[in-house]
């Protein structure tokens, strides 16, 4: 009914949103009656249960022609409830003024007395500072994803300065692994992932290129407002650097259907739905995807609203760029010219030059007459599908593409020219050995790096209400805008750009909100509003609201600085308490959200892995570049499709890199991750689930890495430590590890297991060499293989998996 409102009187007056008026007038010519009765009409209403009777159709005929009489909107309008109006949410941000403390000596920040004072109303007194190594610890694992090196700790320990703290703090916020951990947050809230998701499940080869601008842009400090300006609207910024066209691949993290009978319409939709979704879930911390068919139930987003701020975002094109980084183009133009002439050699060779020319006017011949020929229209819908543009390139005379064009449309010619031509022939042709020494090729000379990016059509889309929701049924147009009860754009027909700038607008109340709860979210656990992906009427109040508009307000008035921001937090006092559980507090705040103490969290699935590779000395420190594979059982990618997500290994120092960097296939990711509640990265996601299961016990015991992590930390004991005592050996384990000393108990302890280690490898002859294939100067195989078990132990303990 294209937005018809029966229940509002204007609205069913005037005719809704469908144009001329359905209730005035003769019944005989109303929109209402033709619909009710089936007339002339596709869709008969109401769509389910019994049709009206012609009795029930006559009362209304009546009705209508006697001047279709209605009660005043005082008496029967549906208005929204004056909660929903005044939902706090959707109010102006204020800066109060920190509420007067009677514990004056506690607080180090204006946090603090905020934090305080609910806690003194609530006769509660907040925990005891955390020791110096925890602290230490807690630092490190939550500003870069690392543990604290022993020189680290060494040098901490012996800081008596003042501010020590707060220096330990600045050197972990100018690290360049400060982007490194606080990009995989932001990259779970945009979808991030190395494939296309569906059947296919296609790699995208280039899709680091967006992720390592995320890293560089948070270790530059780029202020949040330019930060969400670049990813949103990036490539329409007056004379846009490739930077800046860069971030806009944000855009391109939506899932990608190439099976073939794929509607290219329906699913350029489906993709604009996910991107408008994802801009109002991470920006705003709004469910407005609920309105996609109908009105929110909720909250006051219209479903003409929803398709005004969807509309902004359905004129992307997708693009693959150019986007060298830097030492990349000077050896790029110094052997262009070779590598394009030997390019063209191979292609005169297997006379692609003479064949493709016919090729594409034959497959733009099939694509002007569906049906007529079945194979090439096949040969058509798979250029859209599974090229960046060739479509579009496929209609353009040669002489008008660029060479990046050219090159889309001959590799493709290349790999699916056999969709049109006898088995025989593409075999006589040996397509597939060219494409395997194109490939041979690219890897011999140097190539620009790529990014996918997005940019604005020449012509904008209809802005249109659909009906139901549905991509094929278009309804009247809308306008572009956003949400009526949010302050308005000021542009009358807003681009792309004019929605960023919105979004980070003074005026607007929700983005510095959103933001700031889900970076205080890492830091306690939970947000100071706990539904940190709803902050609609059906999200949680939030617990601190004076000290969550405070945040907001300072991070817009420093100029949306994102450091400044984690620094005022983890330099708190509410930041640096103990985590320890305080039994007073069990049942009358079991979810500590009165802030009485900190929190003690398990790590993230990627930092697990890094502080095992760290511990053990096997980290890689390399930043950026293509994502790696390291080893996982052979049966997870054979999950995929056709086996088309091929696993190939990474060897040397790569399969040591971050976590973060792992590829990350939609179908089948890597299962360590998701064992340990890594996100699925198919939607966004604004907080992760944090879990305890014996199947994590299992990984940390049986996972290759952690073994192979286990024998490197045996090997760290036996090499390096300062002495060659148990006792000397343990502790400087224990450093590794768990960043600090042994308790006399459990050097007792240990020291049993490690003997009782060694009477079961002396009892079963090859089995130490199972354990700890290598050789070691300063220990046997029995030794070495019996540390190796010790270091199991201490990778699976609860303390080494958690940031207390």
Not at 245 to 271: D, S
Not at 500 to 515: Q, Y
Not at 574 to 597: F, H, M, V
Not at 736 to 741: K, P, V
Request: glycine fraction near 6%; charged fraction near 30%; charge should be neutral.
């Amino acid at each position: 009914m294209n937005g018809l409102r029966l229940d509002r009187k204007k609205e069913a007056l005037a005719g809704g949103h469908s144009g001329p008026a359905i209730l005035r007038g003769n019944s005989a010519d109303s929109r209402l009656i033709h619909l009710v009765a089936g007339y002339r009409v596709k869709v008969v209403m109401p769509p389910a249960g019994p049709a009206l009777s012609a009795e029930e159709i006559g009362i209304l005929r009546a009705w209508i022609d006697q001047g279709a009489k209605w009660p005043e909107p005082s008496a029967t309008a549906v208005a929204e409830p004056a909660a929903v109006q005044e939902h706090w949410a959707w109010q102006p941000r204020s800066k109060p003024a920190p509420p007067r403390v009677r514990r004056t000596e506690w607080p180090h920040n204006a946090i603090d007395e905020f934090v305080l004072r609910r806690l003194e109303d609530e006769d509660v007194s907040p925990s005891p500072e955390a020791d110096k190594l925890t602290l230490l610890r807690r630092v490190s694992l939550d500003l870069t994803g690392l543990p604290p090196t022993p020189d680290r700790i060494e040098r901490f320990l012996l800081d008596s300065r003042p501010d020590a703290y707060e220096r330990l703090v600045d050197e972990a916020l100018a690290s360049p692994h400060f982007g490194e951990k606080w990009a995989s947050h932001w990259l779970d809230q945009v979808r991030y992932a190395d494939s296309d998701g569906y059947e296919k499940d296609d790699p995208r080869p280039w899709a680091w290129r967006y992720r390592d601008w995320v890293i560089d842009a948070l270790n530059r400090d780029m202020p949040f407002d330019q930060f969400s300006i670049e990813q949103i609207a990036g490539d329409l910024l007056p004379n846009a650097t490739a930077e800046q066209r860069v971030a806009t691949g944000m855009h391109r993290n939506t899932l990608k259907n190439r099976e073939g009978g794929v509607n290219p319409e329906q699913f350029r939709f489906e993709e604009t739905v996910d991107r408008a979704s994802t801009v109002a879930t991470v920006w705003l911390g709004l469910t407005a995807g609920c309105a996609q068919c109908h009105d929110h139930k909720y909250d006051p987003i219209a479903q003409r609203d929803y398709y005004r701020f969807f509309s902004i975002l359905s004129s992307m094109e997708e693009d693959l760029t150019p986007a060298p980084l830097p030492g990349e183009m000077g050896p790029y133009l110094r052997t262009a010219d070779a590598y394009r002439a030997r390019r063209e050699e191979l292609l005169r060779e297997h006379k692609v030059p003479e064949l493709q020319p016919a090729w594409e006017e034959k497959v733009r011949y099939a694509a002007k007459h569906p049906g007529e020929h079945p194979g090439w229209d096949v040969n058509f819908d798979t250029l859209s599908k599974m090229t960046d543009g060739g479509d579009k390139l496929i209609w353009m005379p040669v002489e008008e593409r660029d060479q990046r064009g050219r090159d889309i449309i001959t590799d493709y010619f290349i790999r699916f020219y056999g969709q049109v031509v006898s088995k025989e022939r593409f075999e006589e042709l040996d397509y597939r050995q060219l494409r395997t020494r194109l490939a041979e090729l690219r890897a011999e000379y140097p190539q620009l790096t790529k990014a996918r990016v997005v940019y604005e059509a020449s012509e904008p889309r209809p802005a249109r209400l659909h009906v139901r929701g549905a991509w094929d049924r278009p309804g009247v147009e809308v306008g572009r805008g956003v949400p009526a009860f949010l302050p308005p754009i000021e542009s009358g027909d807003p681009t792309r750009l004019d929605l960023a700038r919105w979004i980070v607008s003074g005026d607007n109340p929700l983005t510095a909100r959103v933001t700031v709860n889900r970076i205080w979210q890492e830091y306690f656990g939970t947000g100071l509003v706990a539904t940190s992906n709803d902050f609609g009427t059906q999200g949680e109040a939030p617990s601190h609201p004076d000290l969550l508009d405070w945040l907001a307000e300072d991070f817009v008035r420093s100029q949306w600085n994102v450091k400044g921001l984690h620094r005022r937090i983890v330099t708190s006092a509410t930041y640096r308490q103990s985590s320890k559980a305080r039994p007073e507090l069990a049942e009358r705040d079991p979810n500590n959200r009165l802030l009485g103490r900190q929190a003690r969290l398990r790590l993230p699935a990627e930092t697990v892995r890094d502080v095992a590779l760290s511990a053990a000395g096997l980290f890689y420190p390399k930043f950026g570049g293509p994502s790696i594979k390291p080893p996982q059982p052979e049966s997870v990618s054979k999950l995929v499709y056709a086996g088309s997500a091929r696993w190939r290994e990474s060897k040397g120092p790569d399969r040591y890199r971050r976590g973060l960097y792992i590829h990350f296939q939609r179908m089948a990711p890597y299962p360590f991750l998701m064992n340990f509640d890594g996100a699925e990265r198919s939607v966004a996601e604004c907080s992760r689930e944090r879990s305890n299961t014996p199947l994590q016990a299992l990984n940390l015991l049986n996972d290759p890495v952690f073994h192979e992590a286990a024998q490197a930390l045996a090997r760290r004991a036996l090499t390096e430590a300062s002495g060659d005592t148990f006792g000397k050996r343990l502790d400087y384990v224990y450093r590794l590890s768990l960043n600090r000393l042994p308790a006399a108990d459990e050097t007792t302890r240990l020291e049993r297991y490690l003997g009782d280690q060694k009477a079961l490898l002396d009892a079963s002859p090859g089995a130490a060499q199972k354990q700890f294939p290598a050789q070691l100067e300063t220990a046997d195989a029995n030794e070495a293989a019996a540390w190796t078990g010790l270091a199991k132990v201490l990778l699976n303990l609860d303390e080494f998996v958690t940031r207390e």
